[in-house]
């Protein structure tokens, strides 16, 4: 018996050697601090702002051999003071934010299954949404086609159940697509890049007491060019199908901006994002204008006080976001200003019995942030934001324009290796 467990222990030495493989043990630690005075949405006259701290701890490990890749990460996410001092269980308890294995099959393919973030292009419409302390992730099966060096693609697939049954599929978390499928080609030229999303959405909803799928399809390109001190990139996406109202949809967004270096550690630029709405003075109501941001990162667009397709309604009104960042980068420390003009672009119609159009103008958002890398693992961020909000934006959030709509936060991100084998 002691030779058989010899000769066992030998050949997984003598097979870690053949086959290279590594395996690492990370951690984060993430407290935020928040000031919310007009966070959102406007604050109104008699409304106290908020502050508190969340956090976000996860402990990830990661295998890899030449074949086999595995991911793995736990993840809690609270509210500091949201449990009792001695508390037998949390509020929201340990979760899994990732846990996927992707297999290669050869150089050319492979496919990666379990729940796992997507991240594409600039994550308009897919997105790790790596603000929100929580994040994003997918249950899915992906796979992923290496044409070339400079040519992927990628096809998921996703089919959702609230949970196990032997009979009936009725889904009951409605936030969620109840069925999704994907593709994403992209292609590297020399300076230009060239991506194309194509995403099939399906949501419930309910017809009289059956529940059935509305599906959704949102397709368009996302292009980069880069050369010298120069860097562009543009976006076009088209939304038909059905919204999860089974309303017909047609709906369109377009980007583009535009960052040059005007030295050696600072950079500005400019750029718009337009977005089709719903007219609220002479509506359609046969289609949705509204165009649906999907499963991107919306908090690094558009302010970063999150007033439009972060989690915040402002009456499906479209639109136009003109921004102008200016950038400072030297060794360790990031900072950013960034300043943003909003308009409307469906009319908005004053919330008063037979309502006259109101203004498109909505605000003005000065955005403001720094960052200093402490160590390769340690991080401390800040940030200061201002809204300054029209009779426009009022009708449509609520609130007051007359009280002073800010917001403050700082983090500090902690995240060290604990482990690492190469072999």
């Not at 809690?76 to 037998?88: A, C, E, F, H, Q």
């Not at 949390?90 to 379990?114: I, M, R």
């Not at 479209?318 to 960034?338: M, R, S």
């Not at 006259?356 to 960052?371: A, H, N, Q, R």
Request: hydrophobic share 35%.
């Amino acid at each position: 018996m002691k030779t058989f467990f010899s000769l066992l222990f030998l050949s997984i030495v003598l097979s870690t050697g053949i086959n290279a493989q590594t395996f690492e043990i990370s951690g984060q630690i993430r407290p935020r601090t928040e000031y919310k005075h007009g966070y959102k949405s406007l604050l109104g006259d008699d409304v106290k702002p908020g502050f508190a701290t969340s956090q976000r701890s996860r402990l990830a490990a990661v295998y890899t051999n030449k074949a086999l890749k595995m991911g793995i990460t736990l993840q809690d996410t609270r509210i500091w003071g949201d449990v009792p001092l001695s508390n037998k269980k949390d509020a929201n308890g340990t979760a899994l934010n990732q846990a996927w294995a992707e297999y290669k099959f050869c150089d050319a393919f492979s496919l990666k299954v379990g729940r796992q973030t997507l991240q594409y292009d600039d994550e308009r419409l897919m997105g790790g949404s790596n603000w929100t302390q929580q994040s994003r992730s997918h249950d899915l099966a992906m796979l992923r086609i290496t044409a070339s060096k400079a040519t992927m693609i990628h096809l998921g697939i996703a089919y959702n159940q609230s949970e196990e049954k032997d009979t009936g599929n009725v889904y009951t978390i409605p936030v969620n697509y109840k069925s999704m499928q994907y593709m994403w080609f992209h292609h590297d030229f020399k300076s230009l890049g060239i991506s194309f999303m194509a995403i099939n959405n399906g949501r419930t909803y309910m017809e009289k007491t059956d529940q059935k799928i509305a599906y959704s399809q949102t397709f368009g390109p996302y292009l980069t060019f880069k050369k010298e001190k120069l860097k562009l990139n543009g976006a076009f996406y088209y939304q038909t199908g059905k919204n999860n109202n089974n309303i017909n949809l047609s709906a369109m967004y377009a980007s583009a901006d535009v960052a040059y270096s005007l030295a050696k550690n600072f950079s500005t630029g400019g750029g718009v994002q337009y977005f089709t709405g719903n007219d609220q003075v002479d509506p359609d109501n046969t289609k949705d204008h509204a165009f649906n941001t999907l499963y991107g990162t919306a908090h690094k667009f558009n302010g970063w006080m999150d007033y439009f397709y972060a989690g915040s309604s402002h009456g499906n009104t479209g639109l136009f976001d003109i921004y102008l960042p200016l950038v400072y980068n030297h060794n360790k420390f990031t900072a950013e200003f960034q300043p943003h003009y909003f308009n409307a672009v469906a009319s908005v119609k004053e919330k008063i019995e037979n309502g006259s159009k109101m203004p498109s103008y909505l605000g003005v958002e000065t955005d403001f942030m720094i960052s200093y890398n402490v160590t390769s693992e340690f991080n401390i961020q800040g940030g200061y934001s201002q809204m300054f909000g029209s009779e426009t934006l009022h009708s449509l959030k609520g609130g007051s324009i007359n009280r002073t709509q800010n917001w403050a936060w700082v983090m500090l991100t902690f995240n060290p290796t604990f482990f690492k084998s190469e072999k």
